[in-house]
């Protein structure tokens, strides 16, 4: 017997809708030919969890989420079904949480099983829980390292405005620092400059050096004399008795030594002097009094001395620099030191042979060395001081009274 065609064509197509009805729920996780228990849960929100949806027990799947739809007793709630393929008893105190099950955000029902002796019968409601959603679990286990994050954030830019505070400071003293090199930079050229110029440090140093030289060429024939002085003193040291010398000396040391016995026991002048306090009064006063007129004299020799230069034998040579300023009053000293308290230079003896002398204006002691009518003698004896006073300098004096070294050396018709 012969099927007719159109017997198969409705086989095969009752065949094919029936594949394709069990494809399609199987893609969508149902299985028509799989059967079960089906146990319903009520839930406030269901975070995207759908129809064929794993159920499991421990990791282990004992279903499918059958159905996910709205309540239709409970408004703003949902009602799943769960459809229990396995053969798990489940006490009515079990819990069906809706869990992530990857970091896809897939979802999945965990059955927690509780510990009520009495079990779940098919189509009872179970107890249902929704479980922290992944975001929601990240961003709680974050918010500590958030907070972290945000007090680092706060402390860093406290750190930040305190280091810039600190650069900012330093850089503005190191910019005044700078500017105030570059104006002593400027002040030092000027000073340097200045000091070139006529009238200046320099150039008067300059102008000392070549009339020390001019000194020095003018004062040749002083030198050959004095060769010939000493090779004459030689001589005679030479021929000298040293015998007679001694003898001399030991008749010295004996009448020294009658000297002082008589000190000691009050005879004589000095004997006198060292026991009577009156007689040591009266010297100590006399000195005194010959030390202001010394003093006078020096400051106003023209009241005491009228003199010229007359050749006693040996040769003497008066400028006509000098005769001026004999003419005019005029000396030159050698100014070492000056101080408004007084120094224990005073009466000092330097270059073997010079003292020094003590003079006050009125308001600083003033300590001089040497008095001559020369300018180049002055500036001579200056710079053999310069070593010990590096301060030293020639000094003009007019009827005992200070003036300026231009104005004297203009005065006395002065050419270097």
């Not at 009466?347 to 060395?369: C, H, K, M, Q, S």
């Not at 003009?396 to 009274?401: E, N």
Request: glycine content about 6%; charged content about 25%; hydrophobic content about 40%.
């Amino acid at each position: 017997m012969h099927i007719k065609k159109e017997i198969k064509l409705g086989l095969l197509v009752i065949v094919a809708m029936t594949l394709l009805i069990w494809g399609f729920n199987f893609l969508k996780g149902k299985d028509i030919f799989v059967f079960g228990t089906q146990y319903y849960g009520v839930y406030e929100k269901v975070n995207g969890l759908s129809d064929g949806s794993p159920v499991i027990y421990r990791g282990y799947r004992i279903g499918t989420v059958q159905r996910v739809r709205l309540h239709p007793e409970q408004p703003g709630k949902f009602l799943v079904t769960l459809l229990i393929s396995e053969d798990v008893k489940i006490p009515d105190n079990s819990v069906a949480q809706i869990q992530n099950m990857d970091i896809m955000g897939s979802k999945v029902v965990e059955i927690l099983i509780g510990d009520s002796p009495a079990m779940l019968q098919p189509g009872d409601f179970i107890y249902t829980d929704v479980g922290t959603d992944l975001f929601e679990q990240v961003s709680v286990e974050m918010q500590p390292i958030k907070e972290k994050t945000e007090r680092v954030l706060v402390q860093l830019d406290t750190l930040l405005t305190h280091v810039n505070r600190i650069f900012s400071s330093e850089m503005e003293q190191s910019m005044q620092k700078l500017y105030s090199t570059i104006d002593h930079l400027q002040q030092t050229s000027q000073h340097i400059s200045s000091s070139f110029q006529d009238g200046g440090a320099l150039a008067n140093s300059l102008q000392n050096v070549e009339i020390f030289t001019s000194g020095l060429k003018d004062q040749a024939q002083n030198m050959e004399s004095t060769m010939e002085n000493l090779a004459v003193f030689s001589q005679g040291l030479s021929e000298v008795d040293l015998a007679s010398i001694a003898a001399s000396a030991d008749t010295l040391l004996i009448g020294l030594n009658e000297l002082m016995t008589m000190a000691t026991t009050g005879e004589g002048t000095l004997g006198l002097l060292m026991s009577d306090a009156e007689l040591y009064l009266n010297m100590a006063d006399a000195t005194a009094n010959m030390d202001r007129l010394l003093a006078d004299l020096r400051h106003h020799p023209g009241r005491y001395l009228n003199f010229s230069a007359v050749n006693f034998g040996r040769r003497v040579y008066v400028t006509p620099t000098e005769k001026m300023a004999e003419e005019k009053n005029i000396v030159f000293k050698v100014k070492v030191a000056s101080s408004k308290e007084p120094l224990d230079i005073r009466n000092a003896i330097v270059l073997d042979d010079i003292p020094v002398f003590e003079d006050t204006d009125g308001r600083n002691y003033i300590y001089t060395v040497g008095e001559t009518r020369s300018f180049e003698k002055a500036e001579i004896l200056r710079l053999k001081l310069v070593d010990q006073f590096p301060k030293a300098e020639v000094i003009a004096l007019r009827d005992g009274k200070p003036i300026r070294l231009n104005r004297a050396l203009m005065q006395v018709n002065y050419k270097n």
